[in-house]
């Protein structure tokens, strides 16, 4: 009797698990951040909470209503790209350099009021149970800090 009621206790539980991996529980979950200032709307879209092996969004979003009238210079913290296997950014900097604990890129303007920056990458294999945050920022043609957001990416096994 004790018996029959631990597999039926395991049975439900198995199932409950293939469940929720059958709805997405276990796989990425994506955030956004996002902030004003100086007449620019920034966002970022990343992974919140992912696991090793799986395609992370990391997405930049700038807006503009008067648009961008020079290049667009981007900061981020550089370790928040150590749990990547990088595939490429889309589009490709005219321009990088390591200033401290950032990478900073400069792209060209982009037509009309939105810039968008695409990081096309997937968490390391061997990066399990960490967390990486982040500072995203637009900076002014002097180097200075317009608008910025933070964030954190979890990596669970």
């Known amino acids: 009797m ?65 648009g961008f009238d020079g290049p667009i210079t981007i900061a981020t913290t550089a370790s928040y790209f150590d749990a990547f296997d990088e595939n490429g950014l889309d589009p490709e900097p005219s321009a990088s350099v390591s200033e401290g604990d950032d990478i900073v890129w400069e792209f060209d303007p982009p037509e009309g009021e939105r810039f968008t920056l695409s990081f096309d990458a997937r968490i390391e294999p061997a990066v399990q149970l960490q967390s990486f945050a982040a500072r995203t920022a637009l900076l002014d043609a002097g180097g200075q800090e317009i608008v910025s957001v933070r964030y954190r990416t979890r990596v669970m096994p």
Do not use: N
């Open 2 to 66: 004790r018996a029959r009621f631990l597999r039926r206790v395991f049975a439900v539980l198995l199932i409950a698990f293939v469940a929720a991996g059958m709805a997405g529980v276990f796989g990425v979950t994506s955030a956004e951040a996002r902030a004003e200032g100086g007449g620019y709307e920034l966002s970022v879209t990343y992974g919140k909470v992912t696991r090793p092996g799986l395609a992370t969004p990391w997405v930049v979003e700038i807006r503009s209503p008067d």
